[in-house]
């Protein structure tokens, strides 16, 4: 079992930044991939970004490339979305995610989810 905890959503302006972190505890940190997802009202969940055990493997959504930034730091087990460059559009709950797929793609089944956190952007 994995228990993932999100921390650092809140409310920003357009073209501010936030950064995201989610602290994992249970099975060893590096023994699995990493994920955000997130949801906006109304809408499907849609991928966000993964990383994989190293962090060497990442993948983007095109909606956050070059804006997002995920990292891991498996020494205190968790993970980090840095968002910069922030739009309306990115106004969503964002869910961290652990995958048994110790290189995660978009398309990999992520097992663990976290509670989610709240990002608003304001225009």
């Known amino acids: 079992q994995v228990q993932l905890v999100e921390s650092g959503g809140g409310l920003v302006q357009t073209g501010g930044s936030l950064r995201l972190s989610c602290a994992a505890s249970?099975?060893?940190?590096?023994?699995?991939?990493l994920g955000w997802f997130r949801q906006a009202p109304g809408k499907e969940r849609e991928f966000v970004a993964a990383?994989?055990?190293?962090?060497?493997?990442?993948y983007y959504s095109d909606s956050v490339k070059g804006r997002f930034t995920i990292s891991r730091d498996n020494a205190k087990a968790t993970v980090y979305l840095q968002m910069n460059s922030l739009k309306p559009e990115d106004t969503a709950v964002y869910y961290c995610?652990?995958?048994?797929?110790?290189?995660?793609?978009?398309?990999?089944?992520?097992?663990?989810w976290g509670q989610g956190t709240q990002v608003t952007v304001s225009s």
């Open positions: 990383i994989s055990w190293t962090g060497i493997s990442i």
């Open positions: 249970g099975r060893p940190f590096s023994m699995y991939g």
């Open positions: 995610a652990a995958s048994d797929t110790r290189v995660p793609t978009p398309n990999s089944t992520y097992n663990y």
